[in-house]
């Protein structure tokens, strides 16, 4: 289509034309290539609505041709060339499999559509949109691998994956997604270990695996993380220690370790370094050793979860210091019988559960 609109432009055989300088020609032509990529889009659009049967709610009636693709439900354009930016289709009970045409949307920035039921593959295809930055598909039914691809989204930055049906191991390749902030991989049914090529992903604010099948150690690059907020790898079966490194992550708020077959001790400054913690939880592992006086030094603890572990002595009577504290779970240890800390407690007035 393209070349038959140049041709007539430059046509020696129409006089009125044939003296038009060529910039006209080349303007003409880009007009033209951008109404290809517009076609493209909407036709990538209409592929996947194809491929989605089940929409109780008619959400993608409205993409039809009484309106611009740019205002179908769900979908945003950027402002000057009219290709889709953003594709939010989230918690409309959308059932049907992910077109791997959505790669031609090669304008894409976010891709939303958690809470429906998509089931089937992650496409390879997404690893061709470069620009993308948010990837929501948490809370469907998809299955298979995550996509070694995903690792050419260079300007990914926040990746949800929780709550599917997905199999195989995390990809070595994420860890080049040098911008991703956020990687929540949670309750699906992954297997092998944590790669240690994700110790360089130095924008992770959040990193969460559990609920999987994960075996092996925690790779000691982990605590490279410096800027790590939340960790939660609770329910699988990991094991051996936790890397020394990880307790000097000293943004930690949320560190979730529960349900793995991890052992170890816990270092005696540990609230010194981790002074932000509020939820720390390491019950049902195999963790040995005093429970440190420090880690009442991190005054916002609010949840303390150290049942079925080995842990030994006495609990630290400095609790008092935390005044946010909700919950302290300490069952199932060889603490002594001293109750000493009981009276420290009188400190924490919105202490809702106490199980000893
Ligand atoms: C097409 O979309 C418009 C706008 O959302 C809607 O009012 C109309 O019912 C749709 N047409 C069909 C045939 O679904
Ligand atoms: C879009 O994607 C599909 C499937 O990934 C591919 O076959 C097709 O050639 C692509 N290009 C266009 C212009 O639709
Ligand atoms: C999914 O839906 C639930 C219930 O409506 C809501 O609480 C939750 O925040 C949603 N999850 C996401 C990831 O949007
Ligand atoms: C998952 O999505 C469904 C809607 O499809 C919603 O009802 C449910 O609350 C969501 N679950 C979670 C845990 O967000
Ligand atoms: C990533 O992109 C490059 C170049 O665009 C391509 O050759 C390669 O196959 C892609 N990798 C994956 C895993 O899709
Ligand atoms: C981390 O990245 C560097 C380059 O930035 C690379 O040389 C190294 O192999 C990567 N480490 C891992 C464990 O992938
Ligand atoms: C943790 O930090 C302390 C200082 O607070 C330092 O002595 C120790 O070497 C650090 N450990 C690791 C494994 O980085
Ligand atoms: C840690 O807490 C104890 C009281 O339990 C207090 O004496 C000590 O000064 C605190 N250390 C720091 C560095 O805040
Ligand atoms: C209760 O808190 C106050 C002020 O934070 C502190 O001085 C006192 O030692 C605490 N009492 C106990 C029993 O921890």
Known sequence: MCTVILFHILSPNDSSLSHLPTLLATHHYCLCSNKQEYKTDRFALLKFKESVPQDPYNILSSWNDSMHFCNWLGVKCGRRHQRVTVLDLQGHKLGGTLSPYIGNLSFLRSIILQNNSFYGEIPQEIGHLFRLQQLYLSNNTLEGEIPSSLSNCSNLKFL??????????????LGSLMKLKLLRLGRNNLVGGIPHSLGNLSSLTKFGVAENNLV??????IGQLNGLVFFTISVNKLSGTIPSSLYNVSSLQIFSVSFNQLNGTLPA?????????QIFYFGANEFSGPIPTSLCNATQLQQIYLAKNKFLGSVPTN????PNLLKLVLSINYLGKSLHFLTSLTNCSRLQKLDL
């Open 160 to 173: 949800y994956l929780l709550q599917n049906k997905l199999e195989g191991k995390i990809p070595t390749e």
């Open 216 to 221: 092996g150690n925690i790779p000691d690059a």
């Open 269 to 277: 400054n540990i609230g010194l370094n981790l002074p932000n913690l």
């Open 319 to 322: 609790l008092g210091n935390l």
